[in-house]
T-cell receptor, first 114, second 112 residues
Framework: AQTVTQSQPEMSVQEAETVTLSCTYDTSESDYYLFWYKQPPSRQMILVIRQEAYKQQNATENRFSVNFQKAAKSFSLKISDSQLGDAAMYFCAYRPGANSKLTFGKGITLSVRP | EAGVVQSPRYKIIEKKQPVAFWCNPISGHNTLYWYLQNLGQGPELLIRYENEEAVDDSQLPKDRFSAERLKGVDSTLKIQPAELGDSAVYLC??????????FGEGSRLTVL
């Protein structure tokens, strides 16, 4: 069974600083997809960034980038130049195929200090 | 383009009462998901549809939960009878052909 582990329940970052959120996963698949989702207090989950396991290059979306270590089964999210609007719960998620089950970690609450 | 629409946003009921949640996915999205999210936890899949077919309902507690997607578009999730432990947020999502999920705002259920 696939599992996704987010061991840090909470993190805090100063505005304009950089923060890294950790995620590890367990799978026997060789090809899969990894995601980071953001859930602000309004509760609508939105996609932040995705990574295909077959791609060696780390995904980047503006201030958000990932450090994908396939052998270590690690998938961390780096947020640069943190903004107040980045405060939310962040979920790491795994999916073995294009339209198969998406498994989430427990999430991490990120707060941004002004 | 309209997003995933869910209703009601909030529902408070007494235990043992029935409750239903409705979801309208993004137009053209064939795959629809219902997730359960407990407070402070990640969402857990209840059921996944491909068009009108439930392709993964292994996590759906079938003694009290049911779901349908009769015409392969909108979907309804029902709980009967509700229990105290069912208090949670019920999230609906749909995915495009590349597999990217789009979520609704969720339906928050409180069972008293």
């Amino acid at each position: 069974a696939q599992t996704v582990t987010q061991s840090q329940p909470e993190m805090s970052v100063q505005e304009a600083e950089t923060v890294t959120l950790s995620c590890t996963y367990d799978t026997s698949e060789s090809d899969y997809y990894l995601f980071w989702y953001k859930q602000p207090p309004s509760r609508q989950m939105i996609l932040v960034i995705r990574q295909e396991a077959y791609k060696q290059q780390n995904a980047t979306e503006n201030r958000f980038s990932v450090n994908f270590q396939k052998a270590a089964k690690s998938f961390s999210l780096k947020i640069s130049d943190s903004q107040l609007g980045d405060a939310a719960m962040y979920f790491c998620a795994y999916r073995p195929g294009a339209n198969s089950k998406l498994t989430f970690g427990k999430g991490i609450t990120l707060s941004v200090r002004p | 383009e309209a997003g995933v629409v869910q209703s009601p946003r909030y529902k408070i009921i007494e235990k043992k009462q029935p409750v239903a949640f409705w979801c309208n996915p993004i137009s053209g999205h064939n795959t629809l998901y219902w997730y359960l999210q407990n407070l402070g936890q990640g969402p857990e899949l209840l059921i996944r549809y491909e068009n009108e077919e439930a392709v993964d309902d292994s996590q759906l507690p079938k003694d009290r939960f049911s779901a349908e997607r009769l015409k392969g578009v909108d979907s309804t999730l029902k709980i009967q009878p509700a229990e105290l432990g069912d208090s949670a947020v019920y999230l609906c999502a749909s995915s495009n052909p590349t597999g990217e999920l789009f979520f609704g705002e969720g339906s928050r259920l409180t069972v008293l």
